[in-house]
């Protein structure tokens, strides 16, 4: 596609349910990023995917949160056992990840709410 | 630690005024340097980018200057307009940080009509 999609816009779900937001990078990014935002505040690393190497998860808050990506592709980050202090805005981003073009770009988040 | 903040959380300026907006970082070893812009509801979206090896880069409307000695950005933005109003982040990534980008927690630019 033209740009970062993500899926679903909006998720209100009870607290100790699970979610699953889904990212779909612009075709051809080797790079996959995911962060969250919160109300106000600058954006949160979470967990990176780079080719077929090993994802750097040094940004995951807790073992509730996990991410995928199959194929190089798509992207899932993975919520378990939702807490309230989950509820945010998380956004993916996908770069080329070449030299000199290391510039991300950002879909349009999936807003979480957890009740 | 990393630390990238900036000076003035909201800004106002009148419409067909020039915008400033500062950031600043703390760790000398930073190389690549991005704005954003974010629209109420929206994901980040980027304007302009810049090198440690460069001073100054400009865009449609937009200039960002770099200063290393004092570890200071900013961006520039050339005649404002209503459309210009939304949250500005500046990004940086240095080398050794490896893979992450730290965003500082943007200013709010509101033009004026």
């Not at chain 1, 106000?40 to 949160?65: C, T, V, W």
């Not at chain 2, 704005?35 to 460069?54: A, L």
């Not at chain 2, 200063?67 to 050339?78: D, R, Y």
């Not at chain 2, 939304?86 to 500082?104: H, L, R, S």
């Amino acid at each position: 596609g033209a740009g970062v999609s993500q899926s679903p816009s909006n998720k209100v779900t009870e607290k100790g349910k699970d979610v699953e937001l889904r990212c779909d990078p612009i075709s051809g990014h080797t790079a996959l990023y995911w962060y969250r935002q919160s109300l106000g505040q600058g954006l949160e690393f979470l967990i990176y995917f780079q080719g077929n190497s090993a994802p750097d998860k040094s940004g995951l808050p807790s073992d509730r949160f996990s991410a995928e990506r199959t194929g190089g592709s798509v992207s899932t980050l993975t919520i378990q056992r939702t807490q309230q202090e989950d509820s945010a805005v998380y956004l993916c981003a996908s770069s080329p990840r070449l030299v000199l073009q290391e510039t991300q770009y950002f879909g349009p988040g999936t807003r979480l709410l957890v009740l | 630690g990393e630390s990238v903040g900036l000076h003035l959380p909201t800004l106002s300026v009148q419409e067909g005024d020039n915008s400033i907006i500062n950031c600043a970082y703390s760790n000398s070893a930073s190389d690549y340097f991005i704005w954003y812009k974010q629209e109420s509801g929206k994901g980040p979206q980027f304007i302009i980018d810049i090198r440690s090896n460069m001073d100054k880069r400009q865009g449609q409307r937009v200039t960002v200057l770099l200063n290393k000695t004092v570890k200071h950005l900013s961006l520039q933005i050339a005649a404002t307009q209503p459309g210009d109003s939304a949250v500005y982040f500046c990004a940086e990534k240095t080398t050794d940080t490896g893979n992450q980008f730290y965003f500082g927690t943007g200013t709010s630019l509101t033009v004026i009509p």
